[in-house]
């Protein structure tokens, strides 16, 4: 079954972990939106490794590996993180990535990083240079990986470019940057490059034909969609399910199931509205436990309790099968577990998420207290060994947001993993 794997709330849900635990079944596991924004976690024969642009099946050998047209690539960050892969032992010759990926050039990430610290627009964004990227696909002038196989026309369309940019950056009161050495980097990693390079919505078109099966990686989560999330403290493509589509050139008859993955709790990075936020001494301890400090940048992340509106929602918008739950352990030996199961607003109860950040930083949640199981899930194996607790637990969720929820993840290793079957 052709599987998408999305996160449900603002990324960090544990996706890495998770895929690479499903794709062992898979032939084909690509990415589809996003960039080196991404950091997901994988343990690799007990060692920590964070993929941010490699689709998180490169560890099976016989799995096809794709970055999609979807995905914003930045050459050089991309050949270190195919060389960090290679020092594992990682061939990575069963790697594809789309001609037609858009670009992050140097401009990009100078003009995040000028808007970041400006007062117009601060997001909290991981400065790496995705918003300005997609901004040039929109604004139709955009380059693309394939343009760095073809040395003379990549030269002379960087150039027009940069007369654009260096107007936008003297306006800021910036000076213009000397091009010729990132330009002459930006060639030497399209040749590094350049074996992997094809046209990936063929080869997956062919996949699909071939009966492959696909395993669909995506990256943040769905509160923070440009479209659907807690706009303007989104990212700057479609996570949710939408992304798919446009980001690979499948269609939705390529997709048989839909699995979305959200944490126990919640947590958030960067600015943005975040209704059931711990700012407090507890909200530090579920910090500490959860070990919430990014993996792309090292900020320590928001964490609160899971806001089961914010959930339905992502369910909703997604139309999510199956939970993958992670991170349960954490929660190991609280007494009491708080969810969100309606807002306030004026007074008012609303069962509804309002997404857009003016009108979700007005509500208030409201909380329903659930029993804790107080025992450490780590080892458990089998669903039939969890407490009582646990399974009260999973049933109000499910029953709340309706869907079932059919993987736990009870720690960050592979194994660390229990399929609900019955
Ligand atoms: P991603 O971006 O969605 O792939 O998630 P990250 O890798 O940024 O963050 C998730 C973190 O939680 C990583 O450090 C994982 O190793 C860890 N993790 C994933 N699942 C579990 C779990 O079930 N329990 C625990 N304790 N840690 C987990
Ligand atoms: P994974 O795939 C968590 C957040 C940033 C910021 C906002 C916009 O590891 O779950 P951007 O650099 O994308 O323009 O930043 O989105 N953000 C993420 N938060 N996990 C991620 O990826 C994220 N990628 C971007 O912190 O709030
Ligand atoms: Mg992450």
Redesign the pocket.
């Known amino acids: 079954m052709n599987t998408v794997v999305l996160?449900l709330q603002w990324?960090?849900?544990?996706?890495?972990?998770a895929i690479d635990y499903l794709a062992g079944g898979f032939d084909v596991v690509t990415r589809f939106q996003g960039g080196h924004n991404?950091?997901?976690?994988v343990?690799y024969r007990g060692q920590?490794v964070?993929l941010h642009v490699l689709p998180s099946g490169i560890f099976y050998p016989d799995c096809l590996a794709v970055i999609a047209s979807g995905v914003v690539v930045q050459p050089l960050q991309l050949v270190d993180e195919i060389r960090n892969a290679r020092a594992l032992g990682l061939t990575l010759q069963n790697l594809a990535l789309s001609e037609n990926a858009p670009l992050i050039l140097p401009f990009h990430q100078q003009l995040d990083v000028i808007f970041e610290d400006s007062r117009y627009q601060r997001i909290g964004t991981t400065r790496r240079g995705i918003g300005p990227a997609y901004e040039d696909v929109v604004g139709r002038r955009a380059l693309f990986v394939g343009d760095l196989l073809h040395a003379s026309a990549f030269r002379g369309k960087i150039a027009r470019l940069a007369e654009y940019y260096n107007r936008l950056f003297a306006a800021y009161g910036h000076p213009a940057e000397d091009l010729e050495y990132a330009v002459q980097r930006y060639l030497e990693a399209g040749e590094f490059l350049r074996p992997h390079v094809t046209d990936t919505t063929r080869l997956l078109q062919e996949s699909w034909q071939e009966k492959k099966k696909i395993l669909f990686e995506g990256a943040q989560g769905s509160l923070l969609d440009i479209n659907l999330g807690t706009y303007p403290f989104v990212t700057s493509s479609n996570t949710t399910i939408a992304g798919v589509f446009s980001g690979t050139g499948l269609s939705p008859k390529a997709v048989d199931r839909v699995v979305g993955?959200s944490k126990a709790y919640a947590t958030r990075v960067g600015e943005g509205p975040f209704p059931s936020e711990l700012k407090d001494d507890f909200g530090a301890l579920l910090r500490a436990r959860?070990?919430e400090f990014?993996?792309t940048t090292g900020r320590p992340r928001r964490v609160g309790w899971l806001d089961l509106v914010a959930l339905k929602h992502a369910v909703q918008i997604n139309g999510v099968d199956d939970i993958f739950l992670?991170?349960?352990?954490?929660l190991d030996d609280l007494a009491e577990i708080r969810v969100a199961t309606a807002y306030e607003v004026d007074g008012e109860r609303r069962a509804a998420f309002p997404c857009h950040a003016e009108a979700l930083d007005r509500v208030t949640p409201v909380y329903q207290a659930l029993p804790g199981w107080q025992c450490s899930l780590g080892a458990i194996e089998r669903a039939q060994d969890l407490p009582r607790a646990v399974r009260s637990y999973i049933d109000f969720i499910e029953t709340f947001v309706g869907a079932r929820i059919r993987y736990l993840?009870?720690?960050?290793e592979r194994r660390?993993t229990i399929e609900i079957t019955d």
């Open positions: 996160g990324g960090d849900e544990g996706k890495g972990k991404a950091g997901h976690t343990y920590k964070v993955i959860g070990n990014g993996a992670t991170k349960l352990d954490v993840g009870v720690g960050g660390q």
